[in-house]
């Protein structure tokens, strides 16, 4: 089992910055690769970045390439997710995600998830 416990989200300005964070704890090498999704109101949730267990490799869906970045500490089981740049459409509760690999998170998406945080609401101001 593998525990998943993000931070971060709030209130910011269209243009402005925050960065989340997720803390992983338990059997965490069952399920190295680690990622965020999101779900906007009446939306699906849907893969944003993931990286592998390694931290050498990345992913992202088009629409946040160039303003976010996924990042890991591995000495502290926890991933980043660097926000810059955020637009109002960007306004979701986002989801930490582990799964075996970071590649399938990207192309399988929810499938490819083994394990789900609760959650963090990011709120962008137009």
């Known amino acids: 089992q593998v525990r998943l416990v993000e931070s971060g989200g709030g209130l910011v300005q269209a243009g402005g910055s925050l960065r989340l964070s997720c803390a992983a704890s338990?059997?965490?090498?069952?399920?190295?690769?680690m990622g965020w999704f999101r779900q906007a109101p009446g939306k699906e949730r849907e893969f944003v970045a993931a990286i592998t267990g390694s931290g050498g490799r990345t992913y992202y869906i088009d629409s946040v390439k160039g303003r976010f970045t996924i990042s890991r500490d591995n000495a502290k089981i926890t991933v980043y997710l660097q926000m810059n740049s955020l637009k109002p459409e960007d306004t979701a509760v986002y989801y930490c995600a582990a799964g075996p690999s970071a590649l399938s998170i990207k192309t399988v998406g929810q499938g490819g998830v083994d394990y789900w945080g609760k959650g963090t609401l990011v709120t962008v101001s137009s």
């Open positions: 338990g059997r965490t090498f069952s399920s190295p690769a």
